[in-house]
């Protein structure tokens, strides 16, 4: 291992070489958390070309790589082993081009979404990719863990925003996929390989990213539903009448609204509790245009009993203030003790008997425990949290139960967190073994040697 970072150290200099103590602790685990572990060494390049020469010099003496992002992970994807290296890119941070005419973004990895997103609303743009770890959360981490959030209805995930990447394999190799074209119909598409892989076949490096004209109004509102296929009627009525204009719609059961207001200290939205809320934003180029549109759609909703109340923002003030309820999320490690996530994919017809018989088995499991959903329903997203000291505990039991349930409602285990450790026992219920062995054999093509992120996704 000496000989290994004295290598290191010369071809990325002393500073970029930590160890021992001088590894930060926000290194050592992510926000899922899993215990801390401490790696041999902590490595910053400032480049690709660092980047290639710390994988040939890792690949030459046989030690794993685990490349980290912000940290934001809720998988354990970013989380480093004691006898491999953590490789980390906050150091390339530049934002390279800003393309307004082409409406494109370049980028290295090591920058953060807010950074991108504060550098395309400079030009009148848009970043189609928003989560609440913003400021934290790097572009190499949004890309490797494929990364949704708020704008996934209208914009789509990280995959959807990415023209290019820059990517270094195992061996050092780099692979210079940055090429502006929409239409490249030259073989495989190599870069989707790295979209979503934890960092299991490569480090990107560089981005090359879709930006979107910024909306020039927004108009948000909130409405009161009795169950989940209201809810489902009233999107459809939406997407009929806005269109692409509809930007996010989020849906909160009882139990997620009542956490919210308690952690949060807020009063009520409305005169009554309701079962569920829907959280619509539109987005156009007209703000009296989307107050009609919302109009609209609202007032037969109203006279039909499909919607039982509702409050569309009249300033953005109020609009944030709609929006802080659905942001509690932000107050689960404080609230739960602690937290335990589910961030699953159902079919959209599926959601509402899915919650219901998910509560049902938790209600009979664990009497009195304490579990909110909520979710991106729009893009067929679902969020379960139940806090662990109410269960007794048993973790593992839960997860099995509500996996299980997933399986059975032909549901994805992860909406858009990742397989890291966490998930990586559950895959099988949303893969088959014919998808599992495809997948380890794009791993035995690019990485022979299961140095990159061994033992996230699968053994």
């Given amino acids: 291992m000496s000989a290994l970072l004295s290598a290191l150290r010369a071809a990325l200099g002393d500073d970029a070489v930590a160890t021992g103590e001088a590894i930060p602790a926000h290194r050592l685990t992510d926000w899922s958390g899993v215990p801390p572990v401490r790696p041999l060494a902590l490595l910053r390049p400032r480049s690709t070309e660092q980047v290639s020469a710390a994988l040939q010099l890792c690949m030459q003496h046989r030690v794993p790589v685990v490349p980290q992002g912000g940290m934001t992970g809720l998988a354990g994807a970013a989380q480093p082993l004691a006898h491999g290296v953590a490789l980390s890119l906050d150091r390339m941070q530049a934002i390279e081009q800003v393309d307004a005419a082409t409406r494109t973004l370049t980028v290295q990895a090591g920058a953060t979404v807010q950074s991108i997103q504060e550098a395309?609303?400079?030009?009148?743009?848009?970043?189609?990719?928003?989560?609440?770890?913003?400021?934290?959360?790097?572009?190499?981490?949004?890309?490797?863990?494929?990364?949704?959030?708020?704008?996934?209805?209208?914009?789509?995930?990280?995959?959807?925003?990415?023209?290019?990447?820059?990517?270094?394999?195992?061996?050092?190799?780099?692979?210079?996929?940055?090429?502006?074209?929409?239409?490249?119909?030259?073989?495989?598409?190599?870069?989707?390989?790295?979209?979503?892989?934890?960092?299991?076949?490569?480090?990107?490096?560089?981005?090359?990213?879709?930006?979107?004209?910024?909306?020039?109004?927004?108009?948000?509102?909130?409405?009161?539903?009795?169950?989940?296929?209201?809810?489902?009627?009233?999107?459809?009525?939406?997407?009929?009448?806005?269109?692409?204009?509809?930007?996010?719609?989020?849906?909160?059961?009882?139990?997620?609204?009542?956490?919210?207001?308690?952690?949060?200290?807020?009063?009520?939205?409305?005169?009554?509790?309701?079962?569920?809320?829907?959280?619509?934003?539109?987005?156009?180029?007209?703000?009296?245009?989307?107050?009609?549109?919302?109009?609209?759609?609202?007032?037969?909703?109203?006279?039909?009993?499909?919607?039982?109340?509702?409050?569309?923002?009249?300033?953005?003030?109020?609009?944030?203030?709609?929006?802080?309820?659905r942001e509690a999320t932000a107050e689960l490690p404080t609230n739960m003790h602690p937290p335990v996530n589910f961030d699953v994919s159902l079919p959209m017809a599926e959601i509402g008997r899915f919650a219901i018989a998910c509560r049902a088995a938790l209600d009979a499991r664990w009497p009195g425990h304490a579990s909110v959903f909520f979710g991106h329903i729009g893009d067929s997203n679902l969020h379960v949290s139940t806090d662990a000291s109410t269960i007794g505990g048993e973790v593992e039991a839960l997860e099995q139960l509500v996996y299980g349930l997933v399986g059975d409602f032909a549901g994805s285990v992860s909406a858009e967190h990742g397989i890291g450790l966490h998930k990586k026992p559950y895959l099988e219920r949303s893969r088959t073994a014919a998808e599992l062995a495809a997948m380890r054999a794009v791993k035995a093509a690019l990485d022979p040697l299961n140095l990159m992120n061994p033992g996230k996704i699968f053994d």
Avoid: C
């Fill in 120 to 325: 395309a609303a400079a030009q009148g743009l848009l970043f189609g990719v928003d989560f609440g770890a913003r400021g934290s959360a790097q572009v190499g981490g949004a890309l490797a863990t494929n990364a949704g959030g708020n704008g996934v209805l209208r914009f789509g995930m990280m995959r959807e925003q990415t023209l290019g990447l820059e990517v270094v394999l195992a061996d050092g190799s780099v692979l210079p996929m940055l090429r502006p074209m929409q239409k490249n119909n030259t073989g495989y598409d190599l870069k989707q390989f790295f979209i979503g892989a934890e960092g299991t076949l490569g480090v990107v490096t560089r981005a090359l990213l879709r930006l979107h004209p910024a909306p020039s109004a927004r108009t948000t509102m909130l409405a009161a539903v009795a169950d989940y296929e209201a809810a489902l009627a009233l999107l459809a009525r939406l997407q009929r009448r806005a269109g692409a204009g509809l930007a996010a719609f989020e849906l909160m059961w009882r139990d997620f609204v009542q956490a919210s207001l308690a952690w949060q200290q807020l009063r009520e939205p409305f005169d009554a509790p309701h079962p569920l809320l829907a959280l619509v934003d539109l987005d156009g180029p007209d703000a009296a245009q989307l107050q009609t549109a919302l109009e609209d759609v609202l007032a037969p909703a109203l006279q039909e009993r499909l919607v039982l109340d509702a409050a569309i923002a009249q300033s953005e003030a109020q609009a944030r203030a709609f929006w802080k309820i």
